[in-house]
């Protein structure tokens, strides 16, 4: 009956509405408990199921933008936890981001069109600190920047020499890297150092998110005046506030 009042109704209602019909205006974030139901649901159940519970919420009012900040991503991030509580195996946890990527995969359509865009603003790089394993905040993030109108390079897996090589051929308005463990900082910083003495755009942007943004906010200008972002739309805002005070590329 849970199933049912929760899920398949909800589905239905979505499936069959006409087109005028009109959602309701808004409901909470979800909670912790409906973040854990989801983790629950895309280790022990086909991805089918997960994209209606998802449903169900977006048919309550919930907005794409809270799913993939205030549900998804804090779905991933409760994965890992079980796994280092010992609550999950490391299948389950593959098995289920597995499965949120495919949630972010079939939302992104709806996502990237909810905000009108015009012409590309720019390229920026979304990459992993160098020895980072979670890479689903940055698959995040690069769907907002797409929505923003950013031209998004985002690579789960590069080497340093890689990402040099990209912003000395290539102007790129910003690198953008996830960072979840601040024992990180030493590897990223020599990094970042290399990244804006090769770039081609002489004011390269540097942005750091993810789980240890906050920790490593005080570390900022030890890390190369790096901006450390909270979360995805803070980080688009940023950087469009950004751009519109400085003058115009020459040379570009």
Same mark, same amino acid.
């Given at each position: ?49 997960? +994209?209606?519970?998802?449903? *169900?919420? @977006? ?9 993939? &900040? $205030? /549900? ?73 920047? +797409?929505?923003?109108?950013? *031209?998004? @390079? ?9 990402? &040099? $090589? /990209? ?86």
């Amino acid at each position: 009956m849970r199933m049912i009042e929760t899920q398949i109704i909800p589905r239905l209602m979505l499936s069959h509405r006409s087109p005028a019909a009109s959602l309701p205006a808004s409901r909470p974030p979800p909670s912790t408990d409906e973040v854990g139901e989801l983790a629950r649901l895309v280790i022990a159940h086909p991805a089918s199921t997960a +994209r209606a519970y998802v449903d *169900a919420m @977006r048919g309550q009012g919930l907005s794409l933008d809270s799913i993939f &900040v $205030d /549900l998804l991503g804090p779905a991933a991030r409760m994965l890992g936890e079980l796994w280092m509580e010992d609550l999950c195996s490391f299948a389950d946890v593959t098995v289920g981001l597995s499965r949120l990527h495919q949630l972010v995969h079939d939302l992104s359509p709806s996502f990237v069109g909810g905000k009108r865009t015009g012409p590309n603003l720019g390229t920026v790089i979304l990459a992993p600190a160098p020895g980072e394993q979670h890479t689903f905040g940055m698959l995040i993030a690069s769907e907002f920047f +797409r929505r923003a109108g950013w *031209a998004v @390079r985002a690579v789960t897996s590069v080497h340093s020499a890689d990402l &040099v $090589d /990209l912003v000395s051929n290539e102007w790129v308005q910003m690198v953008g890297f996830s960072v979840s463990n601040p024992k990180l900082a030493d590897a990223l910083r020599v990094l970042i150092h290399t990244l804006r003495n090769v770039s081609k755009n002489p004011d390269l942007i540097v942005m750091i998110g993810g789980a240890s943004a906050e920790e490593l906010r005080t570390r900022s200008r030890e890390l190369g005046e790096v901006v450390c972002m909270a979360n995805a739309q803070e980080a688009v805002d940023f950087l469009e506030q950004h751009l519109e005070q400085r003058p115009k590329e020459v040379g570009r």
